[in-house]
C-alpha cells in the first residue's frame, strides 16, 4: 500500500512512526522540519511538493484552513482526513478519491499509543483500520456525528488530562512533595489506571478503591463539591461545538 502523507507537523509527524511499515511519501513544505524527518526517518521520501496520488491513500494532516489552497493531481484511492471539524462533503470538493474517510488520532500516535477515531466510507473500513492501528488503538464510529463528539474524548481530552495531571502535582508540592517526586508518579500512575479501565467500568472502578471513611472517599467529596464532573462535561460540550464551528 502505498501511502502519500500531507503535511507532517506535530500530528502528522507523531504518526510517521507506524506508517514505516508501509511506503510513505511525506509532503512537506518547511525546509528545517522536512530535514529534521530526514534524520529520524531515513526509509521515508520526502519531498516539498505533492506528488500525483492516482491509487495511492492520501492522509491528509494539514490545517483546515489550508484546505482550499491545495492544488492536488490524480485520484487516490483513499482520503483519509485528520482535519477536525472538516466534513467528508468538503473533502470531496477538495480531494478527488475513490473512498473518504474522517480520523482523529491523538497526540499519544508519537508513542504508539493513540486512540483513533474514525469514520466514512464502510468499503475502505478494514483498511483504514489497518493504517491507524498501527499507530495505536482505532475504533470504527458510525457517523461524523459521533467523531465530532469523540474529538473530545479522545483527542482533545489529553490536554484536560495534562491539566488534571499538573493539578494533583501542584496539590502534593503544596502539602511538602518534592516536585521531582511527585512528577515521577504521574506518567506509571495514568498508564496504570488506563489498563484497568480497559476491563472495568469507572463506576466499578471508583467504588473498588473507595473504601468507607476512607482518603479516597474525602477527595471524591471535595471534587464533586468543586464540580469537576459537571466542569468535564461542559468541556465536552465546548469542543463539540468548537468542532462543528471550525
Known sequence: MDIVLIGAGNMGGAMLSGLQKYSVTVVERDDSRASVLKEKFSNIDIVNKIPDISGKVVILAIKPQSLNSLVINGRAKALVSILA??????????????????????????NLKSVTSLTGDIEFKDSALEILSTIGKAIWLNSEKELDIATGLAASSPAWLALVAEALADGAVNLGLPRDKAYEYLGSLFEGVGSILEQK???????????PGGTTIAGIYALEDRGVRAAFISAMEECYKRAKEI
Open 85 to 110: 471539524g472538516v466534513n467528508i462533503d468538503r473533502l470531496k470538493v477538495a480531494v478527488d478519491a475513490e473512498y473518504y474517510i474522517r480520523a482523529m488520532p491523538n497526540v499519544a500516535a508519537m
Open 201 to 211: 467500568h469507572p463506576a466499578m472502578f471508583k467504588d473498588m478503591v473507595t473504601s
